[in-house]
């Protein structure tokens, strides 16, 4: 059984920069593609960024383009979201995910198409 613990969140100014990780384990992390989602208060989990299993093929909302990262590092079955530029309303829960590329591209990251869910981390953006 596969789990996901992530980590890195925490409290930043409006401009700051963050990076989170996700340590994954049980089954073979290279077979995943991994994905970040986040949960603002009173809003729905939304799609934040995903990468493929080979870390070739990266995917961003628009709302996150040119601001966030998305990498991993298959020896070490962790995953990376480097976050700069940080706003007021990226404040929320951010959740690491596990799942199929095709699945979830295709259902256009339709967080039911996640196999695998860790507990989140928090992240507050002051202004």
């Known amino acids: 059984q596969v789990q996901l613990v992530e980590s890195g969140g925490g409290l930043v100014q409006a401009g700051g920069s963050l990076r989170l990780s996700c340590t994954v384990s049980?089954?073979?992390?290279?077979?995943?593609?991994m994905a970040w989602f986040r949960q603002a208060p009173g809003k729905e989990r939304e799609f934040v960024a995903a990468?493929?299993?080979?870390?070739?093929?990266?995917y961003y909302a628009d709302s996150v383009k040119g601001r966030f990262t998305i990498s991993r590092d298959n020896a070490k079955n962790t995953l990376y979201l480097q976050m700069n530029s940080l706003k007021p309303e990226d404040t929320a829960v951010y959740f690491c995910?596990?799942?199929?590329?095709?699945?979830?591209?295709?259902?256009?990251?339709?967080?039911?198409?996640?196999?695998?869910w860790g507990q989140g981390t928090l992240v507050t953006v002051s202004s």
């Open positions: 990468i493929s299993w080979s870390g070739g093929r990266l």
């Open positions: 049980g089954r073979t992390f290279s077979s995943y593609a």
């Open positions: 995910a596990a799942g199929q590329e095709r699945r979830l591209l295709l259902s256009k990251w339709d967080r039911g198409n996640v196999e695998v």
